[in-house]
């Protein structure tokens, strides 16, 4: 079972660059998240997603974009990379165990903006 | 309050040693309680959950104290194999399946 998986694992971007983070779960859970996590800080909520067709924003949203055309992709979009966004981005999903909602980790994508 | 707030660390602690960690939350209406544990720059991964009064899962136990909106885990003969930050984890936004996720505590264990 490979739960969540990400790609790319590192990334080096140029200022101004584009890029997408890839995530993909294959434990059909109907909740998806991405974090950032900056050295130090705790995780930070970038966007969600409740199901295949619906997103919103989280904590830290601007200067990133969502999309989930599927139950098990929901892809990260950064566009015109800048510096505060070299971080460390975890992808998470989430399903219902009754009332409770234990979120499971990808390995997370390094990305610096030089 | 912030909304979790946990002790800022780091703990060194000797082999065998028991440790606990400290966490409150602000949100007072949450029902489910995590603790993640994170190795260093891996992802975070669920170790405890905590629904009523507390848990146990071998050496490590975890309490809630409601009225005081606090969280507790405790560590009991600590092995070198604990060596991690430990987040504390609270329920957010409009619906259980947002969390927040406390700033962690590292702890370093010792031989």
């Known amino acids: 079972n490979a739960g969540v998986t990400q790609t790319p694992k590192f990334r080096i971007l140029k200022i101004g660059q584009s890029m997408t983070l890839q995530c993909t779960q294959d434990?059909?859970?109907?909740?998806m998240y991405w974090y950032r996590q900056d050295p130090g800080m705790g995780l930070k909520l970038i966007y969600y997603s409740v199901g295949a067709g619906i997103t919103d924003k989280g904590e830290v949203p601007n200067g990133y974009n969502v999309s989930r055309s599927t139950t098990e992709d929901f892809p990260l979009r950064l566009e015109l990379a800048a510096p505060s966004q070299t971080s460390v981005y975890f992808c998470?999903?989430?399903?219902?165990?009754?009332?409770?909602?234990?979120?499971?980790f990808g390995p997370g994508t390094r990305l610096t903006v030089t | 309050r912030k909304e979790v707030e946990q002790d800022p660390g780091p703990f060194n602690v000797p082999e065998g040693a028991t440790v606990a960690f400290n966490c409150t939350y602000s949100n007072s209406a949450s029902q489910s309680f995590f603790w993640y544990r994170q190795d260093c720059r891996k992802e975070p991964k669920l170790l405890m959950s905590v629904y009523s009064s507390g848990n146990e899962d071998g050496r490590f136990t975890a309490q809630l104290n409601r009225a005081s909106q606090y969280i507790s885990l405790l560590i009991r003969d600590s092995k070198l194999s604990d060596s991690a930050t430990y987040l504390c984890v609270v329920p957010s936004g409009a619906g259980s399946y947002q969390l927040t996720f406390g700033k962690g505590t590292k702890l370093s264990v010792i031989p």
């Open positions: 998470a999903s989430s399903t219902a165990q009754g009332a409770y909602y234990e979120q499971y």
């Open positions: 434990m059909n859970h109907n909740y």
